[in-house]
């Protein structure tokens, strides 16, 4: 069986959890059995567990991402998101230390969050991420909800931090949709980022179908133009968009079996060192 790895998963398992509407449009139940259950299925060996948005503008507390990574044995390893203030960032780096051996990465919520890429507020947070060499996901692209912020969104924004720091892994999520070319140049430019294709496929509006199309096309198009498919990430995004769309997308992809396994598992076993 193909292996694979998911590197963008959420849960909280709680009523006032923001994806809960997401799930819903995708027939999920959206708990850690069904996740599990549906990571099996797939051959999914391994799943990063980042915190889901909550109702209002907060996100699950960190410490019960990693409560559920403990429940999952092992299949899932936590991602802990940071928020910009200076008491957040502080809790975030405590607890990354206090789990040293599970935290994987950290993840800034772009676009949700009133700060960008290079406030200064995150500046403690990038320091040990390099030093310890975890990488950090930005939210980059089209937001959830239509409140979003999109000028703080925008994957260019990431080109600055990523020539100033140029030992910090950094991983765009849901390829910067619909900006896929600036992201192209993004990974292309520059060694340490990277992007996942996560989250791109929800419900079912007009045009489904086309509109799959034309992200395979998209994607496909920026592993040309980059000249490999060496910084590129499998995930889901779950409850966001259901696996089986996840893994038909990279099905689509008309690139060489050697890539679509690099994007699978290959590229996120390296680069998290999993
Ligand atoms: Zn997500």
Known sequence: M?????????????QDDALIRFAQVNGLRYTLDELLGTMERYGIMRGLLLSPPLQGATSLPNDKIITLCTRSDGRLAPVITVEPTPKDVKAALKLAEENKKEVKAF??????????????????????????RLPVLFHTGDTAFSTGDLVHSHPLTLDGLANKREGLTIILCHFG????????????KHPNVYADISGLITGSKGYAEKYVEWLAKKISEAIYFAGGAEKIIFGTDYPVTKHSEALDLVRRLDVEEVDREKILWRNAERVFRL
């Open 177 to 188: 949709n619909p900006w896929f070319e600036d992201v192209a140049e993004l990974i292309y």
């Open 2 to 14: 193909q292996k694979i790895i998911d590197a963008h998963v959420h849960l909280s398992e709680r």
């Open 107 to 132: 993840k800034i919520r772009l676009g949700y969050v009133k700060a960008s890429a290079q406030s200064p507020v995150f500046n403690g947070l990038y320091d040990y991420a390099e030093s310890e």
